[in-house]
């Protein structure tokens, strides 16, 4: 797994290639639960180049989202470009509902 961040003038874009299983989410959690806690809360996620996310994958989103959610004020993280196999894993677990979808990253960023 590769995880890129670009700063953005009203959010961070992290960029997450290959695949998110458990040996490699605790990696992406860091990386976005140290980007909210250095003051960013508005996160988009492009998932363009991830084949595979496992439930410790769903679960460092999550936690990520809960984080700015309960923050003052509140953040958002976004999910962009996602993959239909990958999407499918969202719907089946009710996160399609948690979190807001985007077809490209410009779209997402413009969401803030």
């Known amino acids: ?12 874009v992290v960029t997450v290639s290959g695949r998110i299983d458990s040996a490699t989410a605790p ?3 860091k990386v976005l639960l140290g980007l ?6 508005n996160i988009v996620v492009n998932l363009s180049d991830t ?3 496992s439930s410790a994958g769903l679960k460092a989103l999550l ?3 809960m984080k700015v959610r309960k923050s003052v ?9 996602i993959p239909s196999q990958l999407k499918e894993s969202f719907d089946l677990v009710g996160f ?7 077809d490209n990253t410009l779209r997402a960023v413009g969401s803030f």
């Open 1 to 12: 797994m590769e995880i890129k961040t670009e700063a953005m003038k009203r959010c961070e």
């Open 27 to 29: 990696e992406l959690e």
């Open 36 to 41: 909210i806690q250095s003051g960013q809360k």
């Open 51 to 53: 084949e595979f996310i």
């Open 63 to 65: 936690s990520a989202l």
């Open 73 to 81: 004020p509140a953040g958002d993280v976004v999910i962009a470009e």
């Open 96 to 102: 399609d509902r948690l979190f807001k979808f985007h």
